[in-house]
């Protein structure tokens, strides 16, 4: 079928991904003229990232809304657990946000079969970026939840369904039922309207009306190479579900039933994707204007020759046109670059940051594992973060303060002082997927050499190495490095303007992934400053400042989003 063109006129180029790094399970609602792109967070606080733009080019960082006690609480989450798929949603003045809190998932070896306690909450607002109310349990039936609000007054909450028996599907299906947008509690008993296709793995849905008609959208295949969004229609709400004559409707597999049959055999599938971006799947739709609207989705870069995605689940979006009561996108793979009406395109750019603390307001780029920098940091005085010694590097109580790595290449910078009297005391420079993968450069000290001291340490699926320390000749604030060219991480050292020194080993980028993790993992590789303390004796380090840079990479827009300030305390 021939799509007409959506604008006429002057057309622009968009890049995709349009939110780089770990922004996964995007859900896109457009009030009045601006579109609002949710994501979720997992274990990092605060809870959820809500973006928005005016044109679907230009995107700034709008709010992170579960930001207090009442919100969330992410103290005991494991990896990859806490906030999960997020919906927002627009009616009669107020935005709803509905979450799921994942407080455990285990899953039996060699299969998905397992509990999983995922607890459903509401929350909502007047105003993008202004307060939200207080949570409101709705279930923990399953995760993924979304509101509907249909044209005739009536509202419904939607959510798969997590069947932990060991002989029944896992992924339940997609289950309804009517929600009072007063109370915020959900009216009757919910009523199964959809089981999923033959792919599996129902789950993330989204209902939206045009005409007469309801549209059920949903993400299948799993959240990995195989991931697709499948879309189905009925006259009622409740069903039954046609689905569409396109199924998957989009996806970055090319060859499903290659895809499948080498999936089986254990061979690679990725001759039977796309050569562009991967993992496509968990979608949302909003109105451009009349027939023509946008679909935001989830994807992933591998590393090149790899299938290997250190940067996490990335925002991308696709057009769609309205025709004969079915939406159909523009192409049903995803694309690098689309092209849209705009006033000026997004072009490649050097991407520089930097931190330095040097106001009580923290740079919205950065976030922390589980609870607020309040607990453990403070501003000792101008410029420097104070940041108390936590746990060890692979315990969820460990203190960091990181940021998204965005790009294939990026260097990062800090530095430090501290006055470490033990090996059990260190600070440094993180790069971290999780507890049980990640790499860093660390200052120390060591009492055999009766000398400071810096290292590198590695931790793989809990395996952990520890490098050759390199003594440090003078006490003065360190500077650390980490470089990432050509897909290998390498760490550096000097004290005042000194020449960088190189501290072996280095390290695959390809390690911080999903892909790597085991037994599974959901979130991206982060960049940024810790500080331990083995001992409990108080140990602390002060922070002068952290930066982090990216060069152009081909025609895709380098760094994230334009970024708001929150305040530190």
């Keep these: 079928m021939r799509l007409r063109a959506i604008m006429e006129g002057f057309m622009t180029t968009i890049y995709n991904p349009i939110l780089h790094g770990f922004h996964p399970d995007p859900c896109i609602i ?101 307060s939200w109310s207080p949570r409101v349990l709705l279930n923990s039936t399953g995760f993924d939840p979304s509101l509907f609000h249909d044209d005739d007054g009536t509202s419904y909450l939607l959510n798969m369904v997590w069947d932990y028996r060991s002989n029944q599907h896992n992924f339940g299906g997609i289950v309804i039922q009517e929600f009072n947008t007063e109370n915020l509690h959900p009216i009757g008993q919910p009523r199964l309207i959809f089981s999923g296709t033959p792919i599996g793995y129902t789950e993330g849905p989204h209902v939206y009306k045009h005409h007469d008609w309801y549209y059920l959208v949903t993400a299948e295949g799993g959240t990995s190479f195989g991931h697709c969004v499948t879309v189905a229609r009925s006259k009622t709400i409740f069903g039954p579900y046609e689905l569409h004559p396109q199924t998957p409707f989009f996806s970055s597999v090319v060859d499903r039933n290659g895809f499948d049959q080498a999936k089986i055999q254990g061979k690679s599938v990725l001759k039977f994707c796309t050569d562009d971006l991967q993992k496509a799947g968990h979608a949302s739709w909003a109105p451009i204007s009349g027939d023509d609207w946008v679909m935001a989705f989830l994807c992933a870069r591998p590393l090149p020759n790899t299938a290997l995605c250190p940067l996490g689940r990335e925002t991308a979006l696709e057009l769609l046109t309205w025709c004969e009561d079915w939406p159909w996108p523009h192409s049903r793979v995803p694309r690098s670059i689309i092209q849209l009406e705009s006033e000026k395109s997004v072009r490649p750019t050097n991407y520089q940051w930097v931190e330095h603390f040097n106001i009580d307001r923290l740079d919205d780029n950065l976030q922390t594992l589980r609870v607020p920098i309040k607990t453990w940091g403070r501003l000792e005085r101008p410029s420097w973060l104070r940041m108390m010694g936590g746990q060890s590097p692979v315990s969820p109580k460990r203190h960091v303060l990181a940021r998204r790595i965005s790009s294939h290449s990026w260097k990062a910078e800090c530095t430090l002082i501290a006055h470490p009297t033990t090996f059990q005391h260190m600070a440094g420079l993180i790069v971290r997927y999780d507890e049980a993968n990640q790499v860093g450069i660390f200052f120390s000290h060591d009492e055999q050499r009766q000398c400071d001291v810096v290292f590198v340490l590695s931790v793989d699926n809990k395996q952990i190495l520890t490098g050759e320390p390199v003594d440090i000749p003078v006490r003065s604030a360190v500077r650390l490095q980490a470089r990432c060219i050509d897909s290998i991480i390498t760490f550096y050292w000097s004290v005042r303007e000194a020449d960088w020194e190189q501290v072996n080993p280095s390290f695959d980028f390809g390690l911080l992934s999903d892909d790597h993790a085991k037994p599974i993992g959901f979130t991206g590789s982060f960049i940024g400053i810790t500080c331990c303390d083995l001992a409990s004796t108080g140990f602390f380090a002060d922070f002068d400042y952290l930066s982090y840079s990216e060069p152009v990479v081909k025609s895709t827009r380098s760094g994230s989003a334009i970024s708001t300030a929150k305040p530190l305390f």
């Design 30 to 130: 457009k009030v009045g003229s601006i579109y609002y792109v949710a994501n979720s967070t997992f274990e990092w606080y605060p809870g959820v990232r809500i973006y928005k733009s005016s044109d679907l080019t230009h995107w700034e960082l709008a709010d992170s809304p579960l930001v207090y006690p009442d919100h969330l609480d992410l103290s005991s989450v494991p990896s990859s657990g806490g906030i999960w798929a997020c919906d927002i949603s627009f009616k009669n003045g107020r935005f709803f946000l509905t979450y799921t809190q994942v407080d455990q998932f285990e899953r039996s070896p060699g299969s998905n079969q397992g509990f999983k306690d995922t607890i459903n909450f509401v929350t909502t607002t007047d105003r993008i970026g202004g």
